[in-house]
């Protein structure tokens, strides 16, 4: 049977990318099929309402075997879906540099490690409010001991770390180490979150984490508090495999591991489920760019070959790797993010030339 995918263009300068980026996957003349959305002021007024079109995107995403997202303003609906309705638990977002990537770094060379973020969780959960709700919930500082003063004007947020969805992450962080290692990497994973402040919730995902590692005594594990691996993925990104983080570190430091490989442009994303994944560039949709189509397609086609593997199409998923790497090798054709003057069709055009 065929794998059909859904193709949801984003907003803003995202459908830019993604429109060549869906042309090249078309001309691998796989085994594929497409169910291709508007963008989201088009995909409003084509269905007549933002309900009507979230409600076509949810049904087209449970029909399908994956989805490639473009970034979203928030006019653009399915993202909630994709995440909390099929339950895709692991974002991973790869920080792979290669040559002709225009990373800050003197030595980029050795910078190959994955961040493997827990995506359902944390403060991401949404659960926030009138601090003078709190008046009535005993709640007392492990550091001042004293009991939370509820009087000020204020709001709060709730931070949820369960032992479940730790010890899930964790699990799917060394199946990837332990894969990535059979293909030649370290075979090493990381775990970092401030469990030195936070004792009760980043301790328990520390301490699921180490646990889940000592079950895969192939791997070598090592741990550090967030802000001195903020300090590392800076000074010594090489030394990194598969970094495992809790969901608001991951979101943030992901970032800080694209700027070390040459920026947002260059980072795709996909995020695991048990039974579906769908894929995204971890970039923005770039409202100061729309229009001008010299937005970088490089992080939407990275993320379109982590979906290739995904449905089993390894060989096209080498393929179009290495046809980009040809691209970066040659120096040219180059979007301005960096150094270069192509746009980005030029850019799509180089690749399928090597193609």
């Not at 049977?1 to 830019?16: F, L, N, Q, Y």
């Not at 931070?159 to 962080?173: D, M, N």
């Not at 903020?230 to 570190?249: C, E, K, T």
Request: charged residues 25%; negative net charge; aromatic residues 8%.
């Amino acid at each position: 049977m065929p794998k059909h995918v859904v193709i949801i263009p984003g907003d803003d300068a995202a459908p830019e990318a993604m429109a060549p980026a869906v042309e090249i996957l078309k001309s691998l003349a796989l085994d594929l099929t497409f169910t291709e959305f508007p963008s989201g002021v088009e995909g409003v007024q084509q269905y007549g309402s933002r309900g009507a079109f979230d409600a076509a995107l949810r049904e087209a995403i449970d029909r399908s075997d994956s989805t490639l997202f473009g970034s979203t303003n928030g006019t653009t609906g399915g993202l909630n879906h994709l995440r909390w309705g099929k339950q895709t638990f692991a974002n991973v977002r790869p920080a792979r540099w290669r040559p002709g990537f225009r990373s800050p770094l003197k030595n980029p060379e050795h910078i190959d490690f994955v961040i493997v973020r827990e995506n359902l969780e944390d403060l991401y959960m949404g659960l926030e409010g009138d601090l003078g709700l709190l008046s009535s919930l005993p709640v007392t500082s492990w550091l001042t001991r004293k009991p939370l003063d509820t009087t000020p004007t204020g709001k709060f947020a709730i931070k949820v770390i369960t032992e479940e969805g730790s010890r899930r992450i964790a699990r799917f962080a060394c199946e990837l180490a332990r894969k990535r290692k059979a293909q030649g990497g370290r075979g090493k994973i990381t775990c970092t979150s401030k469990y030195n402040m936070l004792r009760d919730s980043d301790g328990l995902f520390r301490r699921v984490v180490e646990e889940t590692a000592k079950g895969y005594p192939d791997l070598h594990y090592e741990q550090y508090i967030v802000d001195d691996f903020a300090r590392r993925i800076v000074a010594s990104p090489g030394d990194f495999d598969v970094v495992v983080m809790p969901n608001l570190y991951g979101d943030i430091l992901s970032d800080a591991a694209a700027g070390t490989i040459g920026g947002l442009g260059l980072a795709p994303s996909g995020c695991y489920g048990e039974t579906y994944a769908y894929f995204e560039s971890i970039h923005g949709s770039a409202p100061d760019i729309v229009g001008r189509h010299i937005i970088n397609p490089t992080a939407t086609l990275l993320s379109a070959i982590m979906m290739l593997e995904y449905l089993g199409f390894e060989a096209a998923a080498s393929r179009l790797d290495q046809a980009i790497v040809h691209v970066y090798a040659d120096g040219q054709p180059l979007t301005p993010d960096q150094g270069g003057s192509a746009s980005t069709m030029d850019f799509c055009a180089a690749v399928r030339r090597y193609l």
